[in-house]
């Protein structure tokens, strides 16, 4: 558990499975994700620049956030996710709807 200020983050990791031997780890109150490739700068610098977007919303509406990094089961990618606290995932998510950014 990550606690920001007085705002208390849990960090509860679980693995989402695609196939038999395929997936990739999110965590519970995410509100955001994705990934990034090796090789492919175009996907990487849009991904960077759409985190970029949400984590400005989210302080400008004083949500403390946490961005994490995680494993998927392709070796040329690694997970990313956005995580608030539980109080928070239905206004940060309602904020992203009308930003466009989900």
Same mark, same amino acid.
């Given at each position: 558990?990550?606690?920001?200020?007085?705002?208390?983050?849990?960090?509860?990791?679980?693995?989402?499975?695609?196939?038999?031997?395929?997936?990739?780890?999110?965590?519970?109150?995410?509100?955001?994700?994705?990934?990034?490739?090796?090789?492919?700068?175009?996907?990487?610098?849009?991904?960077?620049?759409?985190? &970029? #977007?949400? $984590?400005? !919303? %989210? +302080?400008?509406?004083?949500?403390?956030?946490?961005?994490?990094?995680?494993?998927?089961?392709?070796?040329?990618?690694?997970?990313?996710?956005?995580?608030?606290?539980?109080?928070?995932? &239905? #206004?940060? $998510?309602? !904020? %992203? +709807?009308?930003?466009?950014?989900?």
């Amino acid at each position: 558990m990550i606690k920001m200020g007085k705002t208390k983050i849990p960090l509860h990791k679980k693995w989402k499975r695609i196939d038999a031997w395929r997936g990739y780890y999110t965590y519970d109150n995410s509100i955001a994700g994705g990934a990034f490739l090796y090789g492919n700068d175009t996907h990487n610098e849009l991904e960077k620049e759409r985190i &970029k #977007k949400i $984590k400005s !919303l %989210l +302080r400008k509406n004083k949500i403390p956030y946490r961005f994490k990094i995680s494993k998927t089961s392709n070796v040329f990618s690694v997970g990313y996710d956005i995580i608030v606290a539980p109080k928070d995932v &239905k #206004k940060a $998510k309602q !904020l %992203l +709807r009308l930003a466009n950014l989900v």
